[in-house]
């Protein structure tokens, strides 16, 4: 589908209204996905498209992936969760994984951001350098 | 074996062990030598990012939710969904010595099979041009070897002279024909030890040229043995439009190392017709807006960043240059066009080559009424000032002249002398390729002419006259020749010495 500049700008403005504290708030998003396909306008299918992506980003951003080769316990959990809080700030969707191919270590996965401290990664690493 | 184990322990060792943070996004299409990354929310423009697989791209649109990057490289094995990472990096070639004598591509890698390149050092390919400061104006000549260039329209080092023309009138002759010269003159600086004469590097860029093209280019350097003095940095027809839109800034990265080293370079850009087009192509599929003939907004800037970055830095900063010679191709000799236009505003100069001339046998097949120097004069050697001062005037009153005769009317000796003049002066500066020639014969020919000595010669066996005159200076009067050269001036001994001699040579011209 097409998305033109001017669905964008819509989209992006609609992105921009269902913001509350700088969290995306679902409530708001039902709103305007139900207005927007209720709607009557000929590109509402474009703006709705470019409205899930950026709803899509949005997640992404505030989503943590979290993997670990070996499951983590209670505690370290928490602490790992406090310290992306700290760093992200509160509204932090994070999801915790067992990834045995890391063979040891952490991978946390925050949007586009990526703090990778397992031992498949070094020893990627190791062999890209030699 | 206990090397490599050494070697592997060092590695480990200085393997981080911290999870450093990095930039990541998806490829969520990818095509044509562009992909869009959806993600890479830190990628900085023109910084390198790794697709994976061995490839990297260039970001060079920062969109609010994607990254468009062209690829430089294989693209084929990329596909949506695989993972990119930003580096940090921005684009980089090698620089230095080591690179003369070789043919590398748009990454600075070898392409001539003669093994790797030693090179230590590294320049990022998009550099800021240096300020007004840093500048000093044009005062040491370029020796194209090339006698209507030497004479009228004189180039110096860190200028930047367009050469422009219709296809297949000579221009990348005009060029490699420079290159030749100036590797001649290194190399006599070198025999003769002269430690204040400043060699001039020279680089060789090919943009979109056929292999053939570029591999004739290096049989003939190699043949005059200008390849130690040359780098070549080739992005053939068949390289993607990403790279032949890169090269130049790579080729121009190459040179200013010699320029920040306190050394001459000289750049030859052939040509940016096809730079803009592969832009063009580049910019189209990252659906950029297109203007005139369907070129992004910025291809003047494009090329304006590039030619600026040729110059003379002031001796507190070194004392290099750069001069640039880019090449334009025009359509029907129409130098109104949009990128001609462009470059013409750009540079320091324009020689214009016309067809008519080159199948008129005037080769080099210079059009010298708008053909301009607007700095170079300031540069020529005082001798060739001497006897080339009133050339361009001669020659456009000859061509006025000559298109008054062609009705057919009388005329009275005064102009009909005139004319002939001017047709002896034309024969005077045709030359063949290839072969350059030293700046004091050039001097002595030309003094030659403008006193009269060739006033008796027939038109037709002018040719002959200056083969037989130049070879009695080089053989007989080479000490006359040297002098000229250390002189830089006709003072009246040596135009004495110059008379003397042109007298001997006219009694046994038969």
């Known amino acids: ?130 | 074996m206990a090397n490599l184990l050494k070697e592997i322990e060092a590695q480990i060792a200085g393997a981080k062990t911290t999870a450093a943070k990095q930039n990541v996004g998806v490829i969520r299409e990818v095509g044509d030598g562009i992909a869009k990354i959806e993600g890479l929310t830190d990628a900085m423009l023109n910084e390198m990012i790794d697709l994976g697989h061995g490839v990297t791209g260039l970001a060079l649109n920062l969109d609010e939710t994607e990254v468009g990057v062209v690829i430089l490289g294989d693209y084929t094995q990329l596909k949506e969904g695989d993972e990119a990472r930003t580096t940090g990096r921005l684009l980089q070639v090698p620089v230095g010595k080591g690179l003369l004598g070789r043919v590398v591509n748009i990454l600075g890698e070898p392409v001539d099979g003669k093994g790797p390149i030693k090179s230590d050092k590294t320049y990022p390919v998009e550099k800021t041009a240096p300020g007004i400061i840093r500048r000093r104006s044009v005062s040491q000549p370029v020796q194209t070897g090339i006698m209507p260039i030497d004479a009228m329209i004189p180039i110096g080092r860190g200028q930047r002279e367009l050469i422009i023309g219709d296809r297949a009138t000579g221009k990348t002759t005009i060029c490699i024909d420079t290159i030749i010269s100036q590797a001649r003159l290194n190399k006599a600086a070198e025999v003769a030890g002269d430690k204040d004469y400043r060699p001039l590097y020279c680089i060789y860029v090919a943009i979109g040229q056929k292999q053939s093209t570029i591999a004739r280019v290096i049989a003939v350097l190699e043949e005059a043995g200008a390849m130690p003095y040359t780098i070549i940095v080739a992005s053939p027809a068949s390289d993607s439009a990403a790279n032949q839109y890169l090269v130049p800034f790579a080729g121009a990265a190459m040179g200013e190392w010699f320029m920040d080293n306190g050394m001459d370079a000289l750049i030859v850009y052939d040509d940016l017709t096809k730079q803009a087009v592969a832009y063009r192509q580049v910019s189209l599929l990252l659906k950029r807006p297109s203007g005139r003939e369907a070129f992004p907004g910025d291809v003047f800037y494009l090329h304006s960043r590039l030619l600026e970055r040729a110059a003379r830095v002031g001796e507190k900063y070194g004392n290099g240059s750069l001069t640039a010679m880019p090449i334009i191709e025009t359509q029907s000799g129409d130098v109104s066009a949009y990128i001609p236009t462009n470059v013409i505003s750009i540079t320091d100069g324009q020689i214009f080559l016309e067809t008519d001339l080159f199948y008129q046998g005037v080769r080099p097949a210079i059009n010298v009424g708008i053909s301009v120097s607007r700095v170079g004069s300031a540069a020529q050697v005082k001798a060739m000032k001497q006897v080339a001062g009133k050339l361009k005037g001669e020659l456009a009153q000859f061509r006025e002249l000559a298109a008054f005769a062609q009705f057919g009317s009388d005329l009275d000796a005064k102009t009909q002398a005139q004319i002939d003049h001017g047709k002896r002066i034309m024969e005077i500066f045709k030359q063949a390729q290839y072969n350059p020639i030293p700046v004091e014969i050039q001097v002595a020919v030309l003094w030659t002419v403008q006193n009269g000595y060739l006033d008796q010669v027939p038109v037709a066996r002018v040719k002959e006259f200056q083969n037989k005159l130049t070879e009695y200076f080089a053989t007989r009067k080479g000490q006359l020749l040297a002098k000229i050269g250390r002189e830089k001036a006709l003072s009246d001994e040596l135009k004495d010495e110059l008379k003397a001699a042109a007298e001997e040579f006219k009694q046994t011209w038969q």
């Not at chain 1, 998003?29 to 703006?47: G, T």
């Not at chain 1, 899509?56 to 070996?70: C, F, G, M, P, R």
């Open chain 1, 1 to 130: 589908m097409k998305i033109t500049k001017r669905a964008k700008r819509e989209a992006k403005h609609l992105y921009c209204l269902c913001l509350v504290k700088g969290l995306l708030d679902e409530s708001r998003v039902r709103q305007v996905v139900q207005h927007l396909i209720a709607s009557s306008k000929r590109n509402s299918p474009s703006i709705l498209a470019h409205f899930l992506r950026l709803a899509k980003l949005d997640y992404a951003q505030h989503t943590a992936a979290i993997e670990s080769a070996i499951p983590l316990l209670a505690n370290l959990r928490t602490v790992v969760q406090t310290g992306l809080e700290h760093r992200y700030g509160p509204g932090l969707t994070i999801t915790f994984a067992h990834s045995p191919e890391l063979i040891g270590g952490m991978r946390i996965q925050v949007g586009c951001d990526v703090y990778d401290g397992s031992v498949r990664a070094r020893l990627d690493a190791l062999e890209k350098s030699i």
